[in-house]
C-alpha cells in the first residue's frame, strides 16, 4: 500500500492570497464542504492574475480554460476560518500551466488542502488554444518553484 502523501508546507509556495470563509461555506457535517476548495483556488488564481493586470475577465484578448483539476485533503476547515492560498507553477508550457495550491486555514503551517488546476490558454474569439502571452507568462515564471 502507498504512503498517504503529506500536507505541503507554506515554504513550498511562491505567493500567497488571503482568503476568507463565509457563513453558507458550512456543509451539514459543520465544515466546508468539498465543493468550496476549487472555487477557493479559482478565486486565488484569477484574483491573482487580476490584481497585477494580467487579466480583465471581459477583455483580455487569452485567457485560460481549465481542462484539468484536482483535490487532496488533509484537514477540516470551517467558518470563519481565514484561509491562505499559496500559489506555484510546476509546469510552464507554450500554452499550458499547471498551478498548484496549498490551502492553509488561519495561522497553520500545513495545508488543509492541496489542489492544482491545469489552464489552456485560448483566444478569446473561437477559443482555440495560444500562446500565453509574454507578460502573463513572466509572471507566472516567478511562480515556478522547482
Not at 500567497?16 to 456543509?27: A, E, H, K, S
Not at 465543493?35 to 487569452?62: C, K, M, Q
Request: include cysteine; hydrophobic fraction near 40%; glycine fraction near 8%.
Amino acid at each position: 500500500m502507498a504512503d498517504r502523501p503529506t500536507a505541503p508546507n507554506r515554504a513550498d509556495f511562491a505567493e500567497f492570497y488571503p482568503l476568507q470563509t463565509r457563513w453558507n461555506d458550512n456543509d451539514t457535517y459543520g465544515h466546508m464542504n468539498n465543493v468550496v476548495h476549487y472555487a477557493l483556488f479559482d478565486t486565488a488564481v484569477n484574483g491573482w492574475l487580476i490584481e497585477r493586470g494580467l487579466l480583465d475577465p471581459l477583455t483580455s484578448p487569452a485567457f485560460g480554460l481549465v481542462v484539468e483539476t484536482g483535490c487532496r485533503y488533509f484537514g477540516e476547515m470551517q467558518f470563519p476560518d481565514r484561509v491562505t492560498a499559496g500559489l506555484r507553477v510546476a509546469h510552464l508550457g507554450k500554452s499550458s500551466v499547471r498551478m498548484e495550491l496549498g490551502l492553509f486555514r488561519n495561522d497553520e503551517e500545513r495545508a488543509s488542502a492541496e489542489g492544482f488546476f491545469v489552464h489552456v490558454y485560448v483566444e478569446r474569439k473561437g477559443h482555440r488554444p495560444t500562446a500565453i502571452p509574454d507578460d502573463i507568462r513572466e509572471a507566472l515564471a516567478m511562480l515556478q518553484t522547482r
